[in-house]
């Protein structure tokens, strides 16, 4: 990667947002992945219940704020100082591990599912302040190796959330190891929070409308006109949906296909992660700094064919009894494993690939008076994007289709995006 798009974090004024970013996405996912791996190794066979289920709606609770918030998230962050906002809603983040320490120690499914709602509902106003900040900290030739940075950085942060919630929450003592993480990190952020340079309000004298639903759709149906941000919005949106239901359909796949235990969950999940950020940083090189949708269309066209290929190299449905359960060892001791793994890196570079260059469009074509409402537009479409899919993959479980077979949908799915991504090339010409 070129050296300006690294020189960057020499910079305050990126720096600040960036570590700001990287310990709030390290923290979601800290928790998020250690309520899905007790869900799945122990909560869900003690309610004699199915852990993709559990998983998906604990996921989708935390996808709905997202969709119900991100209208009013918008127009504070336009109407006020965005560096201002940023340390209240670390400050917010501290108070929300401080609870889910206590649900930890209480052994509290509702409690912990209650914590994942709260950092949703936190995560959904830091959200248009991350994404609309950067064209006020970054020039626009910065601004594709900005959007790079951030998501290759926000995926390392969700690579070691996943590895030590994953590989900690089950040991003995690991929960009370986690709490005093998350609040360090939340209490960090909060100090990095402050140092983000002040940027002043990009629209002081908006009328806020509280109404959340006149104020979503009036969001919705604004971001759905311009030309620009509805395809790039619909593009973001399809590979959140797409990362969402790969992340939480892994650990039963690894259990009930590979016949992994939580140590080979954490290294799938660590590949994906990797490959995600490689996507992202390797798009802003190919690009050269330019604001362009010509690498969506064949991006979207190799997430495909790896998809396919991942599901074909997947073992059969036969059946993982207890004693069959391996490690990490022995996981990779098998030969046709590392296909797996190569071909997983190969869908999430494609993804990484697909998103970054979609994010800089939407910044870069969006006024600065109205830019953090329409990310927030963004944020609704993503939610509903990733909670509709939510539903659907816990509907398709309950109906008889497998974790693998929902991923095989989602392959197919990227037909449907190819043109959208056509017709945004076409719209920036």
Not at 85 to 99: F, G, R
Not at 254 to 269: A, F, H, P, Q, S
Not at 332 to 347: K, M, S, Y
Request: proline share 4%; with cysteine; net charge positive.
């Amino acid at each position: 990667m070129s050296h300006t798009q690294f020189s960057l974090l020499g910079t305050r004024r990126f720096l600040a947002i960036f570590v700001t970013q990287f310990l709030g996405a390290m923290n979601d996912n800290l928790f998020r992945q250690a309520l899905i791996m007790l869900i799945t190794y122990r909560i869900a066979e003690q309610m004699a219940m199915q852990p993709a289920v559990l998983n998906n709606l604990a996921i989708g609770l935390f996808i709905l704020p997202y969709f119900l918030f991100s209208a009013l998230a918008g127009q504070l962050a336009d109407k006020f100082d965005k560096s201002k906002q940023i340390v209240w809603i670390k400050l917010w983040e501290v108070a929300l591990m401080l609870v889910g320490a206590l649900a930890f120690q209480l052994s509290s499914l509702p409690l912990m599912i209650a914590v994942l709602s709260g950092l949703g509902l936190q995560s959904t106003f830091f959200g248009p302040i991350k994404y609309s900040i950067l064209p006020e900290l970054t020039s626009k030739d910065e601004l594709l190796s900005a959007n790079g940075l951030i998501e290759a950085g926000t995926f390392v942060a969700i690579l070691l959330g996943l590895l030590v919630g994953g590989l900690l929450v089950l040991q003995p003592g690991g929960t009370d190891k986690m709490a005093m993480l998350m609040i360090t990190l939340a209490i960090i952020g909060t100090i990095s929070g402050s140092l983000v340079p002040r940027t002043g309000a990009a629209a002081p004298d908006l009328k806020l409308n509280l109404n959340i639903f006149t104020a979503t759709g009036q969001q919705v149906k604004a971001a759905w006109q311009h030309e620009i941000a509805r395809p790039a919005i619909i593009g973001i949106s399809w590979i959140w949906l797409y990362g969402s239901i790969y992340l939480t359909q892994i650990p039963d796949v690894v259990k009930n296909r590979l016949g992994g235990d939580e140590t080979v969950v954490t290294i799938i999940i660590a590949c994906f992660s990797v490959g995600i950020g490689v996507g992202s940083l390797m798009c802003a090189r190919l690009l050269k700094g330019e604001i362009s949708a010509k690498l969506a269309k064949p991006a979207l066209y190799m997430l495909m064919a790896t998809s396919l290929l991942l599901y074909l190299s997947l073992p059969g449905e036969n059946g993982v009894t207890p004693d069959e359960i391996i490690d990490i060892a022995g996981f990779l001791a098998t030969p046709t494993n590392w296909i797996v793994l190569v071909l997983l890196i190969g869908v999430a570079v494609s993804t990484g690939m697909v998103i970054v260059p979609f994010y800089a469009i939407l910044q870069d074509r969006s006024k600065r008076s109205e830019r953090s409402r329409m990310i927030a537009a963004n944020n609704i479409f993503n939610s509903g994007f990733m909670a509709g899919g939510s539903i659907i993959a816990a509907i398709l479980i309950v109906l008889g289709l497998s974790s693998s077979e929902i991923l095989l949908v989602c392959a197919f799915g990227n037909l449907a995006i190819v043109p959208v991504a056509a017709a945004l090339m076409k719209r920036m010409m």
